[in-house]
């Protein structure tokens, strides 16, 4: 990851995550509001949702051996860690780029009694301080979307995850450009272009183009899906909810880049609605 990418998305959530978590609560990610996305769900519950929704989706429910061994790529204030250690009574590692997020995802540990199973750290995703086959569980929830080199990413995912594993991405992707659609209009180029801009993201992908390179990287059982429309609904209760007294006064205090981001929310909602912007999943095993 490029020195400057890397200072960019560091700035961003060290920022952003303090507010976040005051008017969204631990999840930094996407809410399923039903395979339609017509559920009308409290948003902390849409959020916890997914993350059950895509274990089901993987096959990682009742499991006589459920995993044991977890990392979280990208794993924000530690929501998903200390979820997925929790309900599988694992061990659990979560890193993130953001010194910020890794203390106060230390500090949540402690809240919940799981210091001593989980611990966070800041780390490159991309180049992971783990040893190889390391982990039963690989999960990156919506952090793809930052990785430079989308390919060495998912080959480092390979890497550290143990034989018999699972790895389970959820990931911003572009639509697939091998349809009748073709390929992305200098119009879509345009609206991604602001979306890297604001949320400091190198670039995304398809679907399709993911698949391609866990096949490459020798993955087993790949499976994908598009869940767009069952996490579109998110935006516009993100849009909402900034509109609140505390959202308005946390904003003014977190900064420009912070502010410039809340006044970009809609771009993702109107790639949502466009087609242009996908919610794709990716689960494999090695």
Known sequence: ???????????FYDASSGLWEQVWGE???????????????????????LIEELLIWAGLTNLE???????????????????LAQKYRATATGITLSPVQAARAKERAIEAGLES??????????????????????????????????????????RI???????????????????????????EKRHLEKIYQVYCLPYVISLPEYEEIARNCNFKN??????????APFWNVVIDSAFDPQAIIGLIS??????????SLGLMSRGYERGLIRFGLLCATK
């Open 161 to 187: 995850l143990k034989p018999g594993g699972t790895f389970i991405m959820a990931t911003w992707c572009h639509r697939p450009t091998n349809s009748l659609a073709g390929e992305l209009t200098e119009n």
């Open 27 to 49: 999840h930094m990610h996407h809410g399923y509001y039903g395979k339609n996305g017509n559920y009308k769900l409290n948003r902390r519950q849409a959020q916890i949702n």
């Open 1 to 11: 990851m490029t020195s400057t990418l890397y200072q960019q998305i560091q700035q």
């Open 65 to 83: 051996k459920p995993p044991q061994t977890i990392v979280d790529l990208g794993c924000g204030i530690g929501g998903s860690t200390l979820y």
């Open 222 to 231: 790949i499976r994908s899906d598009d869940w767009s429309e069952a996490v």
């Open 117 to 158: 199973r989980v611990q966070f750290q800041v780390a490159d995703a991309q180049n992971t301080p783990f040893e190889d086959n390391s982990f039963d569980l690989v999960w990156s929830l919506e952090s793809g979307e930052h990785m430079p080199d989308k390919e060495k990413f998912v080959r480092e995912c390979d």
């Open 254 to 263: 977190s900064g420009w880049q912070t502010v410039e981001a809340a006044l």
